[in-house]
């Protein structure tokens, strides 16, 4: 079975200093993965994502992600973290043909000024 | 463009009562989805459709049915309310074809 495993529960990063949350992933096949952010109250929005081709992918936001096959790993990175980025993210692995997505536990990033 | 609908945004329900969360979508998209969220777990699927006329379960499908008459609409239904169903409920979808699920902004749902 599918599942994604997000190991950091919260992560605090100075405003102006870099990001990365950890994302590992378990599926049989070549995996559809994207990130996507929640801010509080609110629904879930498309970072970026990744199914083929190039393994570091440009997100919105200023956000990036590196696919690591040999890891089963799908890292999400900021070079440097504004304010606005305080919300709590999701990576999911897409499965069965993408027709359902299953989500990590999510990680919620708390920014100090 | 609307993108996805979801109705009532709040609801508190009494233990044993029956509703439906909406969900529509303006997007002509053929896959949809109903998760719902609760802290330190993630999203969990409920029930998924691939089209009209096709559903399936999901993760956690006990409690809730669903139907799928038309590409626009997939509401969840409740059977008989339970305090365990408290939760917040996204419906999402999609043109399948790894573009990414389009989420609509929740229902909180208590149960008393």
């Known amino acids: 079975a599918q599942s994604v495993t997000q190991p950091d529960i919260h992560i605090t990063v100075s405003e102006g200093a870099s990001l990365e949350l950890r994302c590992n992933y378990s599926?049989?096949?070549?995996?559809?993965l994207f990130w996507y952010v929640q801010s509080p109250g609110q629904g879930l929005q498309l970072l970026l994502k990744?199914?083929?081709?190039?393994?570091l992918v440009q997100g919105i936001k200023g956000f990036e992600a590196e696919f690591k096959r040999s890891q089963s790993s799908f890292n999400l990175r900021k070079p440097s973290v504004h304010w606005s980025d305080a919300a709590e993210y999701f990576c999911?692995?897409?499965?069965?043909?993408?027709?359902?997505?299953?989500f990590g536990t999510g990680t919620r990033l708390l920014v100090s000024p | 463009n609307a993108g996805v609908t979801q109705t009532p945004k709040f609801q508190v329900l009494k233990t044993g009562q029956s509703m439906t969360l909406q969900c529509a979508q303006d997007m002509n998209h053929e896959y949809m989805s109903w998760y719902r969220q609760d802290p330190g777990m993630g999203l969990r699927l409920i029930h998924y459709s691939v089209g009209a006329g096709i559903t399936d379960q999901g993760e956690v499908p006990n409690g809730y049915n669903v139907s799928r008459s038309t590409t626009e609409d997939f509401p969840l239904r409740l059977l008989s309310a339970a305090p365990s169903q408290t939760s917040v409920y996204f419906c999402?979808?999609?043109?399948?074809?790894?573009?990414?699920?389009?989420f609509g902004s929740g229902t909180r749902l208590t149960v008393v």
């Open positions: 990744y199914f083929s081709g190039d393994t």
């Open positions: 599926y049989g096949a070549t995996p559809y």
């Open positions: 999402a979808s999609s043109s399948g074809q790894g573009l990414g699920y389009t």
């Open positions: 999911a692995v897409g499965a069965q043909g993408f027709q359902k997505l299953v």
